[in-house]
């Protein structure tokens, strides 16, 4: 007698899985309110499509980890400033949050982090106005070669929203 297992029943199990840590984010700002969302991933910043959200608030609140997972690159751009580039557990999702006025101390790349961890600081760095400081929060999901520069945007608007609402 032969057994024969089918992947494809297995398939949905494995996507709900891959995509779990998108659903169960936190607040990237503790005591986020839902009207200080805006959805503007849409929007032309500089001649290019945002693919982000900006979270104003004031400069040195905590940014926290909005999932577990690790930190896969600390970068400083010339758009970005001080930037973080964080895997999910998976290595499904890449969450870069930017602008930051520093990092989190004894953070560094390779760290493993869990959901709510202080990862850095709002700020204003970059090509940020200096008296505007937030956070610039965007999700990509990542290719198969889990580049962290490379990956397809994902509107962070409804899972913030989603966010929010859980943690009340």
């Known amino acids: ?7 494809a029943g297995l398939l949905p199990v494995f996507l709900a899985a891959a995509s779990y840590s998108i659903l169960e984010m ?34 040195g609140t905590p940014v926290r980890a909005v999932v577990s997972g690790t930190i896969r690159k600390l970068f400083l751009s010339k758009p970005g400033g001080n930037t973080i580039y964080q895997f ?3 290595g499904v999702y890449c969450y870069y949050y930017a602008h930051l006025n520093g990092y989190a101390s004894g953070l560094r790349e390779g760290m493993r982090v869990e959901r709510g961890d202080i990862v850095g600081f709002v700020g204003s ?3 940020a106005d200096a008296r505007t400081p937030h956070l610039h929060f965007a999700i990509f999901e990542l290719g198969p070669e889990k580049l962290w520069w490379k990956g397809t945007a994902v509107d962070p608007y409804p899972f913030l929203v989603a966010a929010v609402k859980r943690a009340k």
Do not use: K, Q, Y
């Open 1 to 7: 007698m032969r057994l024969c297992v089918s992947i």
């Open 26 to 59: 936190t607040p990237p700002i503790a005591g986020l309110a839902l009207a200080s969302l805006r959805d503007t991933f849409e929007e032309v910043h500089s001649g290019h499509r945002h693919e982000a959200i900006d979270i104003l608030a004031p400069r």
């Open 88 to 90: 999910d557990e998976m």
């Open 125 to 127: 760095t970059g090509n």
